[in-house]
Protein backbone atom coordinates (compact mmCIF):
# COMPACT_ATOMS: atom_id res chain seq x y z
CA UNK A 1 0.00 0.00 0.00
CA UNK A 2 2.10 2.84 -1.49
CA UNK A 3 1.76 5.92 0.27
CA UNK A 4 -0.20 5.09 4.05
CA UNK A 5 1.44 5.15 6.81
CA UNK A 6 1.54 3.56 10.28
CA UNK A 7 -1.28 6.12 11.85
CA UNK A 8 -2.95 4.61 8.14
CA UNK A 9 -2.17 1.40 9.16
CA UNK A 10 -3.59 1.40 12.42
CA UNK A 11 -6.41 3.24 11.69
CA UNK A 12 -7.23 0.26 9.34
CA UNK A 13 -6.97 -2.11 12.11
CA UNK A 14 -9.59 -0.39 13.87
CA UNK A 15 -11.87 0.12 11.36
CA UNK A 16 -11.91 -3.63 10.46
CA UNK A 17 -12.64 -4.33 14.07
CA UNK A 18 -15.26 -1.90 14.46
CA UNK A 19 -16.20 -0.19 11.27
CA UNK A 20 -18.44 2.38 13.29
CA UNK A 21 -16.01 3.65 15.74
CA UNK A 22 -16.53 7.49 15.93
CA UNK A 23 -13.66 9.33 14.99
CA UNK A 24 -12.63 10.78 18.32
CA UNK A 25 -12.56 7.44 19.40
CA UNK A 26 -10.47 6.37 16.80
CA UNK A 27 -8.41 9.48 17.25
CA UNK A 28 -7.72 8.77 21.23
CA UNK A 29 -6.42 5.92 20.29
CA UNK A 30 -4.02 6.73 16.96
CA UNK A 31 -3.34 10.38 18.75
CA UNK A 32 -4.83 12.63 16.48
CA UNK A 33 -7.90 14.84 16.60
CA UNK A 34 -10.96 13.92 15.38
CA UNK A 35 -10.90 15.66 12.20
CA UNK A 36 -7.74 14.79 11.43
CA UNK A 37 -8.84 11.21 11.89
CA UNK A 38 -11.95 11.73 9.25
CA UNK A 39 -9.72 13.48 6.97
CA UNK A 40 -7.36 10.82 6.72
CA UNK A 41 -10.31 8.12 5.94
CA UNK A 42 -11.98 10.64 3.72
CA UNK A 43 -8.41 10.15 1.52
CA UNK A 44 -8.29 6.36 2.02
CA UNK A 45 -11.67 6.03 0.97
CA UNK A 46 -10.76 8.55 -1.62
CA UNK A 47 -7.72 6.85 -3.14
CA UNK A 48 -9.81 3.46 -2.66
CA UNK A 49 -7.79 1.86 0.01
CA UNK A 50 -11.12 1.53 1.49
CA UNK A 51 -13.59 0.02 -0.37
CA UNK A 52 -16.86 -0.04 1.64
CA UNK A 53 -18.05 -0.12 5.00
CA UNK A 54 -20.57 -3.20 5.68
CA UNK A 55 -22.65 -4.62 8.61
CA UNK A 56 -21.94 -8.72 10.10
CA UNK A 57 -25.13 -10.11 11.34
CA UNK A 58 -25.44 -12.57 13.98
CA UNK A 59 -27.05 -15.87 12.25
CA UNK A 60 -28.32 -16.99 15.13
CA UNK A 61 -30.26 -13.19 15.61
CA UNK A 62 -32.18 -13.81 12.46
CA UNK A 63 -32.87 -17.64 13.31
CA UNK A 64 -31.19 -18.57 10.03
CA UNK A 65 -28.73 -21.74 10.41
CA UNK A 66 -26.11 -22.19 8.65
CA UNK A 67 -23.57 -24.12 7.49
CA UNK A 68 -20.10 -22.79 6.44
CA UNK A 69 -17.54 -24.90 4.93
CA UNK A 70 -14.14 -24.43 3.14
CA UNK A 71 -13.73 -26.25 0.35
CA UNK A 72 -10.56 -26.61 -1.90
CA UNK A 73 -11.20 -26.77 -5.26
CA UNK A 74 -8.98 -29.53 -7.98
CA UNK A 75 -9.01 -28.91 -11.75
CA UNK A 76 -8.41 -30.65 -15.06
CA UNK A 77 -5.76 -29.59 -16.31
CA UNK A 78 -4.96 -25.71 -16.40
CA UNK A 79 -7.88 -23.47 -15.72
CA UNK A 80 -7.77 -19.54 -16.29
CA UNK A 81 -8.64 -17.34 -13.07
CA UNK A 82 -11.27 -15.65 -15.16
CA UNK A 83 -12.82 -19.30 -15.52
CA UNK A 84 -12.82 -20.33 -11.87
CA UNK A 85 -14.28 -16.57 -11.25
CA UNK A 86 -17.25 -17.17 -13.95
CA UNK A 87 -18.00 -20.98 -12.61
CA UNK A 88 -17.69 -19.99 -8.92
CA UNK A 89 -20.13 -17.04 -9.08
CA UNK A 90 -22.67 -18.74 -10.80
CA UNK A 91 -22.74 -20.66 -7.33
CA UNK A 92 -24.77 -18.27 -5.30
CA UNK A 93 -23.13 -20.10 -1.89
CA UNK A 94 -20.06 -19.00 -2.37
CA UNK A 95 -18.94 -16.11 -0.15
CA UNK A 96 -15.79 -15.63 -1.34
CA UNK A 97 -12.88 -17.86 -3.25
CA UNK A 98 -9.68 -16.91 -4.66
CA UNK A 99 -6.67 -19.14 -6.36
CA UNK A 100 -4.15 -20.13 -4.08
CA UNK A 101 -0.74 -22.11 -3.86
CA UNK A 102 -0.17 -25.70 -2.95
CA UNK A 103 -2.17 -28.57 -4.72
CA UNK A 104 -5.61 -26.84 -4.83
CA UNK A 105 -6.35 -24.60 -7.82
CA UNK A 106 -8.76 -22.73 -5.79
CA UNK A 107 -10.17 -22.12 -2.41
CA UNK A 108 -13.80 -21.38 -1.57
CA UNK A 109 -15.92 -20.26 1.04
CA UNK A 110 -19.46 -21.75 1.05
CA UNK A 111 -22.32 -20.95 3.00
CA UNK A 112 -25.80 -22.63 3.26
CA UNK A 113 -28.38 -22.95 5.10
CA UNK A 114 -28.28 -26.37 6.13
CA UNK A 115 -26.61 -29.48 5.49
CA UNK A 116 -28.07 -30.83 2.22
CA UNK A 117 -27.88 -27.39 0.87
CA UNK A 118 -24.04 -27.33 1.18
CA UNK A 119 -24.05 -30.94 -0.43
CA UNK A 120 -26.31 -29.26 -3.04
CA UNK A 121 -23.71 -26.53 -3.45
CA UNK A 122 -20.99 -28.52 -3.30
CA UNK A 123 -22.15 -31.02 -6.36
CA UNK A 124 -22.91 -28.19 -8.43
CA UNK A 125 -19.11 -27.05 -7.98
CA UNK A 126 -18.40 -30.87 -8.95
CA UNK A 127 -19.98 -30.95 -12.36
CA UNK A 128 -18.14 -27.48 -13.63
CA UNK A 129 -16.52 -29.23 -16.74
CA UNK A 130 -12.75 -28.52 -15.44
CA UNK A 131 -13.47 -29.55 -11.59
CA UNK A 132 -11.82 -32.70 -11.07
CA UNK A 133 -12.42 -33.24 -7.05
CA UNK A 134 -13.05 -31.09 -4.22
CA UNK A 135 -11.88 -31.36 -0.29
CA UNK A 136 -14.11 -29.75 2.18
CA UNK A 137 -14.06 -28.50 5.78
CA UNK A 138 -17.19 -27.84 7.24
CA UNK A 139 -16.47 -24.76 9.99
CA UNK A 140 -17.63 -25.94 13.68
CA UNK A 141 -16.98 -22.67 15.38
CA UNK A 142 -15.97 -19.03 13.91
CA UNK A 143 -13.26 -17.83 16.52
CA UNK A 144 -12.55 -14.90 14.92
CA UNK A 145 -14.30 -12.84 11.89
CA UNK A 146 -13.23 -9.56 10.85
Known amino acids: MDGIDA ?80 MLSAVPEVVTAGTVTGEADAMVLLRSRDVRSLEDALERLRMAGSVDHTRSAVVLTWLVSR
Request: charged residues 35%; hydrophobic residues 40%; glycine residues 10%.
Open 7 to 86: TDRRLLDLLRIDGRAGWAELGEQVGLSASAVRRRVDRLRARGVITGFTVQVDPDAEREPRVEAYVELFCRGTVAPGELQR
